[in-house]
C-alpha cells in the first residue's frame, strides 16, 4: 500500500508564496515520476508540474512558468512545489500525483487527498 501525503495550502494575498510538500510512504520500490495536478471550481484537473525523480527533469504548464518551481527529496520520498507571485487565478485545490513501482505489485498512479490554495486580491 501506497499514500500520498501533502500540505502547506492555505490562504494567501495576490503576490504572496506558498509551499507545497507531498510525501509518499509504504511498499515503495522506486518512485518514477511526481506531480503536481490542480482543479478549480468548474474546471478540469490540470498538470501544473511534473519531475522525473532520478533525472530531475522538469515540466511546467505555460501558466506558472517562472513563478513555480518543482523540486524532490529523493531521500525523503518527497516532493514540493515552491509557488511565488501567486495569482487570484491559481485559486484551486492541488493534488500530488506520483508514478510508483511498488513492490512485488508492479507499477501505479498514485494520488493525495489534495491541499486547498486560495489567493485573494
Known amino acids: 500500500q501506497v499514500q500520498l501525503v501533502e500540505s502547506g495550502g492555505g490562504l494567501v494575498q495576490a503576490g504572496g508564496s506558498l509551499r507545497l510538500s507531498c510525501a509518499a510512504s509504504g511498499s515503495i520500490s522506486r518512485i518514477n515520476t511526481m506531480a503536481w495536478y490542480r482543479q478549480a471550481p468548474g474546471k478540469q484537473r490540470e498538470l501544473v508540474a511534473i519531475i522525473a525523480t532520478t533525472a530531475g527533469i522538469t515540466q511546467y504548464a505555460d501558466s506558472v512558468k517562472g513563478r513555480f518551481t518543482i523540486s524532490r527529496d529523493n531521500a525523503k520520498n518527497t516532493v514540493y512545489l515552491q509557488m511565488n507571485g501567486l495569482k487570484p487565478e491559481d485559486t484551486a485545490v492541488y493534488y500530488c500525483?506520483?508514478?510508483?513501482?511498488?513492490?512485488?505489485?508492479?507499477?501505479?498512479?498514485?494520488w493525495g487527498q489534495g491541499t486547498q490554495v486560495t489567493v485573494v486580491s
Open positions: 500525483s506520483s508514478n510508483i513501482v511498488v513492490l512485488y505489485q508492479g507499477t501505479h498512479d498514485y
